[in-house]
Nanobody
Framework: QVQLLESGGGLVQAGDSLRLSCAASGRSSSGRTFSMGWFRQALGKEREFVAHINWRGGPTFTSDSLKGRFTISGDNAKNAAYLQMNSLEPEDTAVYYC??????????????????WGQGTQVTVSS
């Protein structure tokens, strides 16, 4: 079983930056190297896709609305994924979730494409 632990959330002001981290531990049921993504859910709204990274040279995906401000990266050796968030806006306030799946993805994913989820980390951006 894979466990995901997010960190790096907090309260910031508009225009600030934050870097979220997600550390993965354990072994997937298939034994395959997993790929990882980030989602977010604002209060009263549905969970939305933020970004995804594949470990084996496949494409990286970022939500069109967040490109230019949010960047996903990762360290395969550490089984870790990161989300660099710049020029934060109050509309970015949400719980940010890390997710992982057994295989690489070659399309923009939905939350149904992931096998494992973290508990989430709160990001609050004040105006």
């Amino acid at each position: 079983q894979v466990q995901l632990l997010e960190s790096g959330g907090g309260l910031v002001q508009a225009g600030d930056s934050l870097r979220l981290s997600c550390a993965a531990s354990g072994r997937s049921s298939s034994g395959r190297t997993f790929s990882m993504g980030w989602f977010r859910q604002a209060l009263g709204k549905e969970r939305e896709f933020v970004a995804h990274i594949n470990w084996r040279g496949g494409p990286t995906f970022t939500s069109d609305s967040l490109k230019g401000r949010f960047t996903i990266s990762g360290d395969n050796a550490k089984n870790a994924a990161y989300l660099q968030m710049n020029s934060l806006e109050p509309e970015d306030t949400a719980v940010y979730y890390c997710a992982a799946r057994d295989n690489d993805l070659y399309y923009v994913p939905t939350e149904n494409d992931y096998d494992y989820w973290g508990q989430g980390t709160q990001v609050t951006v004040s105006s």
